[in-house]
């Protein structure tokens, strides 16, 4: 328990909002540079046309900026965040997750089975920076549970793509 270890109620609140922070500006660069390599493809696509950067809302080169900047942020909001003794690992992590975003941008997302693979172990990784940001050991169950079941949504998802543009 990371009460009986020292840490107040309160430090565990605000690592976890820090790290929450954190993953919610790097996922969201991520998000913006998957779209910008997807733009093409995207503008073909009965509903993601009409996202900003394939509809052509946005243009490349703004997004490219503001992937930039919510990299940034996340990297000085880690530099500056109290996470104590935890912020190397939490850093780690959260770089693994950026990394295999980019991968799966790259190369992932064109494989049917390392698609799926890398999207869950997105899930997993975000877990993982959560239980590093506060000191906690994950448990086995917790890692299996979430890599399953975004597994499951990941396989249902691409199913549910398939018969929706099977069917066009």
């Known amino acids: 328990d990371l009460i009986d270890q020292g840490h107040s109620t309160a430090s565990i609140v605000v690592e976890s909002l820090a ?10 660069g991520c ?5 910008i390599a997807d733009r093409a493809h995207d503008a073909n696509h009965p509903r993601k046309k009409h996202r900003p950067i394939a509809s052509g809302v946005v243009p490349v080169g703004v997004a490219r900026l503001y992937a930039v900047a919510l990299f940034a942020a996340a990297g000085i909001l880690l ?7 935890n912020w190397l690992w939490t850093s780690a ?16 997302k064109h494989r049917v089975i390392l698609d799926v693979v890398s999207l869950s172990l997105g899930f997993v990784l975000r877990v993982l920076a959560g239980c590093a940001a506060v000191g906690a ?6 890692l299996n549970s979430t890599l399953f079941l975004a597994m499951f949504l990941a396989f249902g998802k691409r199913l549910g793509e398939r018969r929706t543009l099977g069917a066009l």
Request: negative net charge; proline residues 5%.
């Open 19 to 28: 790290a929450v922070a954190v993953f919610a500006l790097a996922s969201s």
């Open 31 to 35: 998000y913006i540079v998957n779209d």
């Open 93 to 108: 992590i959260v770089v693994g997750y950026v990394i295999n975003v980019l991968v799966y941008s790259a190369l992932f």
């Open 79 to 85: 530099a500056v965040l109290p996470l104590h003794d």
């Open 137 to 142: 050991m994950p448990s086995f169950w917790l």
